[in-house]
């Protein structure tokens, strides 16, 4: 699976919105890019996937670059409760999931 | 429908003993994968089960096994307990055909620590 990079750390306005940059240019035609978060010491929780076209859903969009090498994550408006790390993930088929860094998230009243 | 579910949620054992960790999938899911996290190697992949049967397995040594059940339930056993066995040891489940598309669940995790 292609190897991603995220900032580690990130701050945002409780409010405002949160946009997490991936960058993965090695990615193949047919990985996914998937995001996951975790919050202090709790198990992952999915929040989005993608191919190629921008997806949303009840708690993020996801923005894919044409060229697919890189991607935004968008929380619309940011909580304290959305403070956690966020993990980019390229996924090829198969259940390995390979996890970096991520992006630490810190959301500020 | 109910989540992935982990017990126990935290343990202490010493070194040189053994643990067993148990995780349910979701209902339907068939797909079980354990991962390990540190703060120094952060989220590594264990291992995967379907039908009863490894189909994926990461870098870690052979103190390190698994099985899963034929109602997919699955166990995962550590042996000769090391202090660096010390982790967060997470559970996830899936639908079985490990497509691009089937996302994995995580549970919340069992804490072992080592002394």
């Known amino acids: 699976d292609a190897k991603t990079t995220q900032p580690p750390s990130m701050d945002c306005a409780e409010g405002r919105a949160a946009n997490l940059p991936c960058n993965h240019s090695?990615?193949?035609?047919?990985?996914?890019v998937y995001w996951y978060r975790q919050i202090h010491s709790q198990g992952p929780q999915y929040i989005i996937h993608g191919l190629k076209n921008n997806e949303t859903n009840e708690m993020a969009s996801l923005i894919i670059t044409e060229d697919r090498k890189s991607s935004t994550l968008i929380l619309p408006h940011a909580t304290l409760r959305d403070t956690a790390v966020y993990y980019c993930i390229v996924r090829g088929a198969g259940n390995m999931l390979t996890f970096g860094g991520g992006t630490r998230l810190m959301v500020k009243p | 429908k109910a989540g992935v579910t982990q017990t126990p949620r935290y343990l202490i054992k010493t070194r040189g003993q053994q643990v067993t960790l148990s995780c349910s999938p979701i209902?339907?899911?068939?797909?079980v994968s354990w991962y390990q996290q540190t703060p120094g190697q952060g989220l590594q992949f264990l291992f995967e089960y379907f039908s009863e049967t490894q189909r994926n397995k990461g870098n870690f040594p052979g103190r390190f096994s698994g099985r899963q059940f034929s109602n997919s339930r699955s166990e995962m056993n550590v042996s000769t307990l090391e202090l660096g066995d010390s982790a967060l040891y997470l559970c996830a489940s899936s639908l079985p055909s490990g497509a691009s598309t089937d996302t994995q669940y995580f549970g919340p995790g069992t804490r072992l620590t080592v002394l």
């Open positions: 090695t990615i193949s035609g047919n990985e996914y």
């Open positions: 209902s339907g899911h068939r797909s």
